[in-house]
Each structure stands twice: as C-alpha cells, then as structure tokens.
C-alpha cells in the first residue's frame, strides 16, 4: 500500500513517544504533523486537512475522548468524520467499547507493537478509500447504502459512519436475509470486534438508520444466531 499521499496528525503529550511515531511514520512513507494536546489538535485540524488522526486519551487538559466527541458532532467542521485510532494505556474492555461508541474507528493500547499500527492505519485508510469493483447498493426505508463507497444517506445528506460501522453494514449488505453469527460478523470484519462490541455497532447503526431502533425493522436480531440485514430492496 502506498502511503505517500496520507496526511496523518498525531496528537500525544509524550513528547518522546510523538517524536517516536514522527520518525517510524515518515520512514514508512506517511507525511506526519504532531500536536501535543486537544487544543493544539483542534487548530490544526481547522487549519489543514489530514487523512487519519493517531489520538492519544489522557492529556492534560482536554481528553482525547472529549476531542473526538466534540468533532464528531461539530455540523459544520471540514474534518468532522476524520478517521481516529485511539492509542491509549487505558485498555479494559470498556474502555475500548467506550471510544468506539464516541465514534474511533479503531483502539490500539500502549505498549503497542510498531509494526501493528501500521497493519491497522493501512486497514482503516484501506476502508475509507478501496473502491470494490462491483455496484452495488441496498434500500433501507429512507435510506440508501452504496456498497462502492460505503455511503449511507438519506436523500441529499450522508450520515457519518465510523469505519467500523461501514465495514459491518457491508458485510450485513452483502449478505442480505442472511443468519451471521456475532463471532463471523466480528471475524469477517477485520477490525478488532468481540461480540460485544458488534452489539454496540449494531445499536448504533440502529439509531442510524431504524425508526424505532428498539423495534428494528431491518437490522434484525436473529435470536440464538447473530443479526441479519432485511432491505427494501437491492441493485
């Protein structure tokens, strides 16, 4: 994978550890800016476009978390569905369910192996850019999911989708009517998913795109097996 066109910010108070991630980057061929808080961040993230932000949790002042929220709902910020790779020490599992439900598209915990960010910073570039070569799209009531890019909109608008939460309604799109398991819904998705962090995804794409998400009329709960996905309709 080429990575001379991407633009990542890496935001951590550590300074040796930013100064680390600057150099092993760039000498796998990303072009890298570092920021060493939230505000900072926050600054060049209205200054410069990036493709891809490394957001460490605790920093003095403003949490990595409290960042992410606050970009993920700002209306009108041009890198308001940035892709975020958590890299934090805090790893519980409910730490992990927790930046994943503010809307991280991936978590990777300190210490941390050089060679595996790269694995998952080329995942989730890969899942924002990779055109599949079939077209494709499925009909959920007033919305519509292109399988090519992975769009979900609602007439004129895109709702934002976190990389996770594209993998997995491709998946479930891909296989329409069809019985998945949490286990191969967490395997075929290539991101580190349990099945409890599927039941997370799959509460927040209901409230995406349900109704009445405690009602679901499309993405269904296949009880003793997984999930499956009923379209409108598909072409």
Not at 207 to 217: F, M, S
Request: proline fraction near 6%; glycine fraction near 4%.
């Amino acid at each position: 994978m080429s990575h001379a066109l991407y633009h990542l910010l890496v935001v951590d108070d550590d300074t040796r550890l930013r100064g680390l991630l600057e150099r092993y980057l760039c000498d796998h061929g990303y072009l890298v800016t570092t920021a060493e808080n939230a505000s900072v961040a926050w600054d060049l993230l209205e200054k410069e476009p990036y493709d891809l932000m490394i957001l460490d949790i605790m920093m003095p002042g403003e949490s990595g978390l409290s960042l992410m929220s606050r970009l993920r709902v700002a209306p009108a910020h041009p890198m308001k569905n940035i892709p975020i790779v958590l890299l934090t020490a805090l790893d519980a599992p409910e730490d992990r369910v927790s930046g994943l439900e503010k809307g991280a598209d991936d978590y990777l915990t300190k210490p941390f192996e050089p060679k595996e960010l790269l694995i998952r910073l080329e995942r989730v570039l890969e899942r924002r850019t990779h055109k599949r070569a079939e077209t494709a799209w499925v009909v959920l009531g007033e919305y519509h999911f292109d399988l090519v890019t992975r769009t979900l909109t609602k007439g004129d608008e895109v709702i934002y989708l976190t990389s996770a939460e594209q993998r997995l309604l491709e998946i479930l799109a891909q296989s329409p009517r069809e019985e998945l398991s949490r286990d191969e819904l967490a395997e075929r998705a290539g991101v580190p998913l349990s099945p409890r962090t599927v039941d997370v995804q799959v509460t927040r794409l209901r409230r995406k795109i349900e109704t009445d998400p405690k009602q679901p009329q499309y993405l269904r709960t296949v009880r003793h097996k997984g999930y499956a996905l009923w379209p409108s309709a598909k072409g």
